[in-house]
């Protein structure tokens, strides 16, 4: 059942989408030209080469209205998970990348979303939570750790919470 809830799904990828900002770094193992949409770079052998996917995660025409957590950013129009995004038009292989891509991909990943979901179904599932603040604002991240992984926050929002009966 947990593999099958698109909405929650969807609700951690734009989680992490906001949040996740690693760097990939590769050494190039062969002369090449790396080819992007305006320019083209000639990359030599052994040249480091680092990958931020943060800026690809805030492309705004990737991600209309990037800044803004949509719940539903990764739902298409029937509520079924949405595997289609485009810049300039064309459609991309890679456009979330927050436990990095291709044959380096997080091993973990998938144990990690997992958790977060049992996590988040069994609080909701034996907790009333509220907000202390019912008009707190989601705390700035901490852009010290850029590089590293997820961004925490800079401080903690509070809640209460008591056992349902």
């Known amino acids: 059942q947990l593999n099958d809830m698109p909405v929650l799904d969807s609700i951690i990828k734009e989680s992490l989408r906001l949040s996740s900002a690693s ?8 002369d090449f030209t790396l080819h992007l949409q305006d320019s083209s770079y ?3 052998k052994d040249d480091i080469i680092a990958l931020y996917p943060q800026l ?6 990737i991600y209309p209205d990037p800044l803004t957590f949509k719940y539903d ?5 029937n509520g079924k998970t949405k595997t289609t995004f485009y810049s300039n ?5 890679y456009y979330y990348m927050p436990f990095g891509s291709g044959a380096t991909i997080c091993p973990g990943r998938i144990f990690a979303v997992q958790e977060i979901k049992q996590f988040l179904i069994l609080m909701l599932s034996y907790f009333e939570l509220e907000l202390v603040d019912s ?4 705390p700035p991240l901490d852009q010290s750790r850029a590089g ?4 925490p926050p800079l401080n903690d929002i509070e809640f209460k919470y008591k056992f349902k009966h």
């Open 56 to 61: 690809m995660h805030f492309d705004p025409e």
């Open 135 to 138: 008009q707190v604002k989601c």
């Open 73 to 77: 950013r990764y739902l298409d129009e």
């Open 89 to 93: 038009g064309v459609k991309l292989k």
């Open 23 to 30: 760097l990939n770094i590769r050494t190039a193992k062969e």
């Open 148 to 151: 590293l992984g997820v961004l």
């Open 42 to 44: 000639n990359i030599r």
